[in-house]
Nanobody, 120 residues
Framework: QVQQVESGGGLVQAGGSLRLSCVSS?????????MGWFRQAPGEERTIVAS????????YYPDSVKGRFTISRDNAKNTVYLQMNNLKPDDTGVYYC????????????WGQGTQVTVSS
């Protein structure tokens, strides 16, 4: 019973920046301890690019984006952000936000995603 709307994607040149937003609505959002951003290109594996805990704001980044991407959240607005700097062509894909109740659960995807295209 969760709805999520991702926005902020677009076409940028390598080295550029984008800021993605994900607004969530529905019941029980406080039951999701983790929020995250994933990237997926057609025919490729969906890959996590960032996560953050709802309570403390503890973040996680894979090495591929560390130092370039920053995830943040505003719990009062039920919104998660992804600031992407120094974008590379390999960052191209559809970006989805997701939530999971605990670290032992799978991430759940509720939105349509937003397209990010980085030209070289």
């Amino acid at each position: 019973q969760v709805q999520q709307v991702e926005s902020g994607g677009g076409l940028v040149q390598a080295g550029g920046s984008l800021r993605l937003s994900c607004v969530s609505s529905g019941r029980g959002l406080s039951n999701y301890a983790f929020m995250g951003w994933f990237r997926q290109a057609p025919g490729e594996e969906r890959t996590i690019v960032a996560s953050i805990t709802r309570s403390t704001g503890t973040t996680y980044y894979p090495d591929s984006v560390k130092g370039r991407f920053t995830i943040s959240r505003d719990n009062a607005k039920n919104t998660v952000y992804l600031q992407m700097n120094n974008l590379k062509p390999d960052d191209t894909g559809v970006y989805y936000c997701a939530r999971r109740p605990t670290i032992q659960d799978d991430f759940e995807f509720w939105g349509q995603g937003t397209q990010v295209t980085v030209s070289s």
